[in-house]
């Protein structure tokens, strides 16, 4: 489509500025003497309120004022009090305001003027907020003026004091006009966003003591939303304030009515917004679309190793709907044509449930704040099989450290139930333990030498089921897990391990053995041996990688690790602790 260039002829008018057909919205403490005074302004180099041709201007009552007055010394007797205009001299030359501020000594006082009056103040200077969101009226809080510190005498209830100075307008103003013929979108609209290539808007200071000095910004942005409840029409004027400075780059602006909305039309924009200019813009509105909101479901990592046939997607308990899989992986969970209600749909939290052909397994993803009239996306991931980090797993002593001594009856074998330290249901062990919050799991197993032999125990580990398998399918699996090792006694000891799975349900106890220097490994299918186990690693360096198959496995497989400790000191009575720490566990389903 042709893109349009609507602004790239503009025009800077230099004319005095404007004020206030609105209240501002700060109320400031007044000074506490009962004693209202008066001050008047030529209208001729003060006036402040827009007229329809644009050009002259006037004050309104109501207009605020905040006052300085500095006495001969310099100390200021009153500073940033605020006075009401309250109506014209009958000649409309002079308009007239009061307040008030504490009795003045006579003599002669150099008063400072601001218009409107500020959101804060220190010192001299004055902060004023130009918000990111105008009504595209002409509004007066955003025409900022000071005016030329003037000499008069002392404010006094007795006479009106007139202040003959002038004021220096602080603020651009786009006036912006969508003339006829022009407006392709062809109704009323009622939002205007634009994107300035550099901020426009943001809290502006000036020092009202020197109405020529350059004003600081803060909290700036470069997105300014005009809109109005009734709308805009063809022909009307729509009036933005925006800070002076430079833009250099692209424009880009659309238009949203109610039940559609304009393309971005991008144009080139160099030019320098001056103080107390006005540039007149005139904008084409560009051709519309329905308006159109959407939240998607993005599956963007596929961590079980199948692919899904479809998923569920629910909101606590709530059914949402069913997504069978498709090439273009964009799901729509919610879609509105038409006005949006974006809260309704911010930070919403859902849980996926994905159908395979072997497995059924669960992710979640929140939509987050979610942005009107576009495609939103949350992304999500298809989980593994299994996994399991320990990052619950609290700290215990599993009795790793304990027997056989020179009995196998002395040895601490018995299996526990190891949800109770923090970890899913299923995990069971013996001669088990954690040694920092959080972290890698460990196992254990002893050797004591005696004269005649040796006496071992040895620690396991056993998983939960894998559940998330269909009833009746067998697949095979790829298990990786991270490990390192470490030990007690002399170098004459070392731990072991092998990895596998088993099939019992039930907790399964470690077991010892009795003058045996061999490996002694039993109740664990398909075990494979875990090369070079550390002697002097800890939880935190469990980064060594482990990779094992299961063939056919079913939802009642569980994962298995033994660990025991190797050596035998010949006629020396001696003892020794091995134990190996396993973490970052995973499952996926090899095809």
Known sequence: MKIVQTLASLLAIATTLVACTSEVDSHPTLPTADNEVSLSLPVETTRTSIESDGRNTRWVPGDKLAVWAMDANGEYVFSNALFSMRHYSAEYDLAFFSGSVAEMAKGDYTYLLSYPYPQSVEGTKAT?????????????????MVAEPVVAKALSA?????????????MHALKINVPEGRNLYGDRFYRLEITFPSDVVGDITVDVSDPNAEPTYTNTSNVIVVEREEGFDVGEDIWVFVLPGTVEGDVTYRVRGERRHSEYTTFPMSRTLERGHVTPVRMMIPVVYPIYTSVNISVEKNNLGEDFNYFDVYEGDAYIGRYQRNTSNKYVVFDQEGEFNTDAFDNRSLRIVFDTDNAVVESTTNTGVVTAYVENICNTTIPYLFTEDFSTLQVYDGDYEAGPYTSVEGASTVAKDLSQYGIPSGWTGARTGCDAVGSAILVGGRVDCVIAGATRAYGRLDSPAMSKIKAGKQVNVKVSFTYSGSRSGTSTYYPVGRCGYTTTPDAINGYATQFNNNEAFKDIDGAVTIPNIPTNGSAAAATAEMTYTIAGCTSAHRLSWHVGHMGYKWLKIDDGNGWMYVDNIKVQIVK
């Open 128 to 144: 004023y907020r130009v918000s990111a969101t105008q009504s595209g009226n002409y509004d007066g809080k955003y025409d900022i």
């Open 158 to 170: 007795k006479e009106r004091v007139e202040l003959n100075t002038v004021t220096k307008h602080q």
